[in-house]
């Protein structure tokens, strides 16, 4: 059982890393300067940034948050225990972390995209890169999450 719930955590994992790698896909189309609409920064530009910036902000705090209410402990025991049996119980925890690993995973790459819109519509290549740097911190969030929700579920593997 061990066998299974490490490698359902290793594949979460890496749908996770793959998700956060379109960051540099989009970092290099804004590095290597594909074609965008012209460059001015008029007051049009200027409050896209803005709202973009205050968005990824606030969804940032949110997404901080959210994982701390659906992947928690008790979530998690409590999941395992309504699955009834150990093998049940794994799988449906497993799913369960998946799907939510995914969707903080989807929330971290669209900063990413925030960026690289920002640059589409501008041409400014400075400005995007705040947003890739949120990416990257919220990507150690997110793994830092999983290495906490990993614990747990090998508590809850030990139970039975």
Do not use: C
């Amino acid at each position: 059982m061990a066998e299974y719930w490490e490698r359902d955590f290793g594949l979460t994992k890496t749908i996770v890393v793959l998700i956060y790698l379109a960051m540099i896909v989009y970092a290099f189309l804004v590095f290597s300067g594909i074609p965008h609409v012209e460059y001015q920064w008029g007051e049009t530009q200027n409050m896209v940034f803005y709202v973009l910036l205050f968005e990824a902000v606030g969804i940032f705090v949110v997404s901080i948050f959210l994982p701390n209410i659906m992947l928690s402990s008790d979530k998690l025991s409590y999941k395992y225990r309504s699955a009834g049996g150990q093998v049940n119980g794994l799988k449906v925890v497993m799913n369960h972390i998946r799907i939510w690993s995914i969707i903080l995973s989807a929330i971290g790459e669209a900063f990413a995209i925030n960026g690289l819109v920002l640059y589409l519509i501008s041409g400014d290549q400075t400005r995007p890169w705040i947003f890739f740097l949120i990416t990257i911190a919220h990507y150690t969030v997110v793994m830092g999450k999983l290495r906490r929700v990993r614990e747990d579920v090998e508590q809850l593997a030990k139970i039975n």
